[in-house]
């Protein structure tokens, strides 16, 4: 017996987004397609406490995954009323990693995620989260670069 075709609303679409200005292109994009294809939209941000990384709340870790929490729920709201049935997770660990982990465990059909638009060089200094998911991901991967007035 075959497996009956998946119809769009057993589609999931995966945000993974890092919550800055640079994000908010493929945001938009993500939902957009939500809405359209009617799948589920997953939006997932990586909590990385990695040297180096600014974090978004000042003070304690906690602070800082309350207030990413919170935003992550902000975009869910958004998705939520232009018509996309969403959630999202708030994971720690390594972003590119637990990106390609959320998607294979909630069977992600499509990531979309956003890119910082740095040169070759810029990559090969501080490494990519897109590239390493580009490469990794056992599904799409649509890059969304950001407008000029998201930011970087």
């Keep these: 017996m075959a497996p009956s075709p998946r119809s769009a609303q057993d589609e999931t679409i995966l945000l993974a987004t890092d919550l800055s200005a640079a994000s908010s292109a493929a945001t938009e994009q993500a939902i ?44 869910v709201q ?8 969403a959630t999202f997770l708030v994971w720690d660990g390594d972003p590119g990693d637990s990106i ?18 740095r040169s070759t060089v810029g990559r090969y200094l501080l490494g990519s989260v897109s ?15 950001p407008t000029d007035q998201d930011g970087d």
Aim: with cysteine; net charge positive.
């Design 32 to 75: 957009e397609f939500a809405v359209r294809l009617g799948a589920r939209l997953l939006v997932v941000h990586v909590f990385s406490q990695m040297k180096g990384i600014v974090p978004l709340g000042r003070g304690r870790p906690v602070e800082g995954r309350e207030q990413r929490t919170m935003i992550a729920q902000a975009v």
């Design 78 to 85: 958004r998705a939520r009323a232009a018509g996309a049935v």
């Design 100 to 117: 390609i982990a959320a998607a294979e465990s909630e069977g992600a059909d499509m990531i979309v995620m956003g890119s910082h638009g």
């Design 131 to 145: 590239d390493h998911v580009v490469h990794h991901a056992m599904c799409p991967v649509l890059v969304v670069r």
